[in-house]
């Protein structure tokens, strides 16, 4: 099974993330795969990213959590920096086509594209805190931007699900169509897009990614904090329990 899979129609180039197994959710080869599409497609009028099965996508792989490997761990964080940077800089419009659920870093991912379009049942949401790291690649930050401080810190700390008209109105999204009607929808927007000046697109874009470059910083210094925080008791506690399915015991709780 492929990790990814490139379709070009026409002027669009799809980029869909193909390990429903694990939720689409990525480890450092897979991202690196994910970069090289996104910049293998920038001679494409529009690019699309989106997910098979269920899910859209659940950020990095937590199995790699509960058994760290240092040098794994601190490749697949950094190379999440690279495919967030790797959306933000392509020269063309990048389309979330969010197919199902966007959790962890795969929400991050709904952030960092330009437009998003959801399906009825898509959800959203952070799981960091909840599972032993933190969302630093604009779930923390830049997310603000888009749903304002306090909702920003809410979908941060409290690691709550949202459904596709919740994050509509949040304006964490574009629009929301029925699940069977995803791609026909993106494709309209698409093709508004192809009526564009291809040069003046790519000015607004690098024009409209100041306030994500001013953020920079604070997505560098997260990842240092993670990568220090690599193999602490939390992390590994947070892993262990979302894969084992129960309630976790994190450092400073009373045990339940």
Request: hydrophobic share 45%; proline share 4%; charged share 25%.
């Amino acid at each position: 099974m492929a990790d990814i899979e490139v379709e070009v129609k026409g002027e669009v180039t799809w980029i869909r993330m193909n390990r429903p197994d694990r939720m689409n959710a990525y480890d450092a080869s897979m991202a690196q795969e994910l970069i090289e599409a996104v910049e293998g497609a920038s001679a494409s009028g529009v690019i699309v990213l989106t997910g098979t099965g269920r899910a859209f996508c659940a950020g990095g792989f937590l199995a790699n959590l509960s058994d760290p490997d240092p040098a794994e761990l601190r490749s697949m964080f950094y190379g999440s920096l690279k495919l967030v940077e790797a959306i933000r800089t392509s020269p063309r419009p990048v389309i979330a086509a969010v197919n199902g659920a966007a959790a962890g870093g795969g929400n991050e991912l709904v952030v960092a594209c330009d437009l998003a379009v959801a399906a009825e049942k898509a959800t959203f949401g952070q799981t960091g805190v909840r599972v032993g790291s933190a969302p630093v690649l604009g779930g923390t930050n830049f997310l603000t931007m888009n749903v304002g401080e306090k909702r920003g810190k809410e979908i941060a700390f409290m690691c709550r699900r949202y459904k596709a008209q919740q994050a509509l109105e949040m304006g964490l999204i574009n629009a929301v169509v029925p699940g069977e009607e995803l791609e026909e929808e993106v494709t309209k927007w698409a093709d508004e897009l192809l009526y564009m000046s291809p040069r003046y697109l790519e000015i607004a874009k690098i024009s409209s990614n100041f306030w994500w470059n001013q953020a920079r910083d604070s997505y560098l210094s997260g990842l240092g904090m993670l990568v220090q925080a690599i193999g602490s008791h939390d992390m590994i506690e947070g892993a262990s329990a979302f894969m084992e399915k129960r309630r976790p015991q994190f450092e400073g709780r009373k045990p339940k």
